[in-house]
């Protein structure tokens, strides 16, 4: 059973910059994807990054390329999700996810891919 606990959300201005954490309970943590998702209100879970286990190979959604970048540190059995330039629509609970593996594309953003999540961390976009 792995364990993840997400940290880091907050109250964000537009334009801002935050970083969520994903701390992993698992010893063998470098062989897991580890996935971050977000879910606004009223609206259906969206994928927004992986990061592969293995090669920590990295992938974005389009609606966050550029502004968002996914890193692990395998040592800390953490991954980080930072947030830059903030936007109204990036307003979600955000949670972490893992599978052991890779980021299996085209089903790296399918949350039944994932067996472990963690129980979220909410961030706002306001000024």
């Known amino acids: 059973q792995v364990h993840l606990v997400e940290s880091g959300g907050g109250l964000v201005q537009p334009g801002g910059s935050l970083r969520l954490s994903c701390a992993a309970s698992?010893?063998?943590?470098?062989?897991?994807?580890i996935a971050w998702f977000r879910q606004a209100p009223g609206k259906e879970r969206e994928g927004v990054s992986c990061?592969?286990?293995?090669?920590?190979?990295?992938y974005y959604a389009d609606s966050v390329k550029g502004r968002f970048t996914i890193s692990r540190d395998n040592d800390k059995r953490t991954v980080y999700l930072q947030i830059h330039s903030a936007k109204p629509e990036d307003a979600a609970e955000y949670y972490c996810?893992?599978?052991?593996?890779?980021?299996?594309?085209?089903?790296?953003?399918?949350?039944?891919?994932?067996?472990?999540w963690g129980q979220g961390t909410q961030v706002a976009v306001s000024i």
């Open positions: 990061s592969n286990g293995g090669d920590a190979t990295t």
């Open positions: 698992e010893r063998t943590f470098a062989f897991y994807a």
């Open positions: 996810a893992g599978a052991y593996g890779d980021c299996d594309e085209p089903n790296m953003y399918d949350p039944p891919r994932y067996s472990y």
